[in-house]
């Protein structure tokens, strides 16, 4: 069965630095999500991205986010200058059609720690 | 309060019991979803139920939806030691959203 999957599944990275998650949705998916999840606490909604640009974002996706699909297969989150506070499990998701009409399919996640 | 919340926090019952976790919501809904999470692990959809449904029947699974009450439940029966997860029910409210938010969760353990 196709899955999503997310890489890395740890990344460790300075305060201030920037880091990029990588996800590769499944392949016939057309609308992609972002979530994140502290520890402890409930899944977030960062954003959903489709055909081509941001189509929802959360008050937590400010400036310091971006989303791309840089070619037919990726779907990256790139979070600039991190803070202590990014630290979280981001998790991808994909789903063949709008979240009202279908399940999203989520991959297993990246453990961001900063440091 | 927060969109989606289940009770109980916690569950634990013994295998081949059923196990019972409740959802309650604050705004009108498309459709609600129940998730799976293993430890360490990423969500597993499990059910869907649209806002015209009452009820749905998967495999094990049963949901239940009242939207006069605002609230859904998910009755897993004969339970297994594999079914010892974290459980979310997700809320789409429809329209142009295409979030799904989630509650909080019912960690259950379900002991052999």
């Known amino acids: 069965e196709p899955e999503v999957t997310q890489t890395p599944s740890h990344q460790v990275t300075q305060m201030g630095q920037e880091v990029i998650l990588r996800c590769v949705p499944i392949?016939?998916?057309?609308?992609f999500y972002w979530y994140r999840q502290i520890l402890g606490q409930k899944v977030e909604f960062l954003v959903s991205?489709?055909?081509?640009?941001?189509?929802?974002k959360s008050e937590i996706f400010d400036d310091q986010f971006s989303v791309e699909r840089p070619d037919g297969s990726n779907f990256t989150l790139k979070i600039r200058s991190t803070k202590l506070e990014d630290s979280a499990m981001y998790f991808c998701a994909s789903s063949p059609g709008q979240a009202g009409n279908q399940p999203q399919h989520f991959g297993d996640g990246t453990r961001l720690s900063i440091l | 309060s927060q969109q989606g919340e289940e009770d109980p926090q916690a569950l634990s019952i013994q295998e081949g019991e059923n196990a019972t976790m409740n959802c309650s919501y604050k705004t009108s809904i498309n459709n609600l979803q129940w998730y799976r999470q293993n430890s360490g692990r990423g969500l597993v959809h499990l059910i869907l139920i649209r806002s015209n449904e009452r009820e749905k029947h998967s495999g094990r699974l049963r949901v239940t939806l009242d939207t006069s009450k605002k609230s859904s439940s998910l009755l897993i029966t004969a339970s297994r030691a594999a079914d010892t997860a974290s459980y979310f029910c997700?809320?789409?409210?429809?329209?142009?959203?295409?979030?799904?938010?989630f509650g909080k969760g019912t960690l259950l353990t379900v002991n052999p």
């Open positions: 997700a809320t789409h409210s429809g329209g142009s959203n295409y979030k799904l938010t």
């Open positions: 392949s016939n998916h057309l609308y």
């Open positions: 991205f489709y055909n081509n640009e941001i189509s929802e």
